[in-house]
């Protein structure tokens, strides 16, 4: 008689029964054990505690994941928490999360928008001042 391959199931309740340690989550993530810490300060992590020793569940680990594709995308810690509830708040959360993360990145979208506007304002009055900079050195060099 052969076993039989796990089902998705055993798999996904494997899954959730896994823990990691600090250390195993933050090299997973390749973050410091100080970043995780500072995390669960800021409330977006809850790891269970043995004594003093911390176990992280897959939901931390999603949190975690959700927490750092967050930041690269450059939300901030309030607006990551807002996704994080979120995801807590599954099932019905999901269509909801994904709609307020649209509405993050549409935002994140525009800001960076008027970030390049900005700049390219700044680089044509840098050209303007540097022009000016160059026509007066010129004038200099034509008395001296």
Request: charged residues 35%; hydrophobic residues 35%; aromatic residues 4%.
């Amino acid at each position: 008689m052969t076993d039989a391959p796990p089902s998705d199931e055993s798999n996904s309740a494997q899954r959730l029964q896994r823990s990691w340690s600090i250390g195993e989550l933050a090299r997973m993530f390749e973050v410091t054990p100080r970043t995780i810490r500072f995390y669960e300060q800021e409330g977006l992590l809850s790891p269970h505690r043995q004594g003093q020793k911390r176990i992280y569940r897959e939901k931390d680990r999603v949190r975690l994941k959700l927490t750092l594709r967050g930041k690269r995308l450059g939300f901030s810690l309030a607006e990551i928490r807002e996704v994080v509830m979120m995801y807590d708040a599954m099932p019905d959360g999901n269509a909801r999360q994904l709609q307020r993360l649209i509405e993050i990145i549409a935002e994140k979208r525009a800001e960076l928008e008027r970030q390049v506007e900005d700049i390219r304002l700044m680089r044509l009055e840098m050209d303007d001042v540097e022009r000016r900079a160059q026509e007066v050195l010129s004038q200099l060099h034509e008395q001296a």
